[in-house]
């Protein structure tokens, strides 16, 4: 197995900048080249199954991983003799990717077909996001976690991150894209509120649909409406997920520190039956101030960077950040400050989110760590 780790403590994260002069150095020949550096095939095992997890972007966005380059990952784990799938969740929020059809269709029409990508693609926690595991971590804010069942249930993971900004956490990268990513619907609800779910009689049709799903009996029916009892209710956000109607409101509201320790224990939470099996690759392309799932892409902060590659989730976010921070910030973009090389672009983006508290959390819970020896391929 390839060690991924230096003598003096530091974990190795590999690098290609998106420079090309040839057909043997176009972008596709470099995130193989990039691959197979980084030794990613030393983890997975012959004949079993590997979850490619990646965001199939929402409709209306175009600045997701592009399929092309997602298949170039696909065709090198099936050279090493794996049997790869990409991968998805459900969203918490009304959109193209709220139930497995439309999430099906929505990654169809982004381009994530068969002919593209080489693999089938399969949404993780069910039709309806009930496909889903308790996962026990014993934490500040959860002691069990909710991982989409075909994530937990596969040997190994490589995955595919873009990294951007997210209005919650800052940024977005491998730890975003593994917290919110492999949750289910209820998991996205407990890492996004303390707040417990209301109902709104003007969409509830009476069809008791949250009346059984509710693990804690707290939601009855009164004059044919669901009313949910907030002294019984966990705020688990089941009833949310399972309502057909959108009856049931979403809550977002969260500290924004609290978000952030909570999204951080969900990914540890959903790696955590998958030690030495789970590779990332970050692609600092496109860096757009907000994440993947709203319908529209903005214009990039900065110019591209690169691609990364390494086994430690803590590094490769904390490599990408340091790359785009030794960017100038383009100007008529959404970032207002931090534009001078070496400043917080994410900082200057979205100014009252400590977005590095998900790399500091997440190296108190043994993630992985800070440090890293940058390798330029």
């Given amino acids: 197995m390839t060690d991924n780790k230096q003598k003096e403590g530091k974990s190795k994260v590999y690098f290609v900048d998106f420079k090309t002069g040839s057909r ?5 020949n470099k995130i193989r080249k990039l691959y197979e550096k ?3 095939n030393d983890i997975l095992v012959k004949n079993e199954l590997t979850a490619v997890k990646t965001h199939f972007g929402e409709r209306g966005m175009t600045t997701y991983i592009h399929p092309v380059f997602v298949r170039q990952v696909v065709d090198k784990i099936k050279e090493g003799g794996g049997k790869p799938f990409l991968t998805d969740t459900n969203t918490l929020y009304t959109g193209g990717r709220t139930n497995s059809v439309d999430h099906l269709q929505t990654a169809i029409e982004n381009g994530f077909a068969y002919p593209v990508v080489n693999c089938p ?10 496909n889903s595991v308790e996962v026990e971590i014993n934490k500040k804010h959860f002691e069990k976690v909710r991982i989409a069942g075909d994530i937990y249930n596969t040997n190994s993971m490589v995955v595919l991150s873009h990294v951007k900004g997210h209005g919650l956490a800052g940024y977005g990268g491998a730890l975003k894209n593994i917290a919110m990513g492999c949750a289910t619907a209820s998991g996205k609800q407990q890492q996004h509120s303390d707040s417990k779910p209301e109902v709104d009689p003007e969409k509830c049709v009476g069809c008791r649909i949250c009346v059984g799903n509710c693990p804690v009996d707290a939601i009855a029916m009164i004059d044919q409406k669901a009313v949910i009892d907030h002294e019984i209710c966990i705020g688990c956000g089941e009833c949310i997920t399972v309502c057909p109607h959108r009856a049931i409101k979403v809550q977002w509201e969260t500290n924004a520190d609290v978000f952030v320790e909570k999204m951080t224990e969900y990914a540890y939470g959903s790696v955590k ?3 030495g099996k789970v590779a990332y690759i970050n692609f600092v392309m496109n860096v757009t101030p907000l994440c993947d799932c709203v319908p529209w892409s903005d214009e990039p902060i900065v110019s ?9 989730p803590i590094a490769i976010d904390q490599a990408s950040l340091d790359l785009i921070d030794q960017q100038q ?6 970032l207002t400050c931090n534009h001078a090389p070496g400043e917080d672009k994410f900082g200057g983006l979205h100014q009252n989110v400590n977005g590095r508290r998900v790399l500091e959390y997440g190296e108190e819970l043994g993630m992985g760590s800070r440090k890293y020896e940058l390798i330029k391929l």
């Fill in 121 to 130: 693609v399969i949404i993780a926690d069910g039709i309806f996001s009930k």
């Fill in 273 to 275: 039956n998958k030690a």
């Fill in 24 to 28: 043997e150095n176009n972008i596709p």
């Fill in 329 to 334: 910030g383009r100007a008529g973009s959404s």
């Fill in 38 to 40: 980084t030794g990613i």
């Fill in 304 to 312: 591209d960077v690169g691609i990364l590659a390494s086994f430690d």
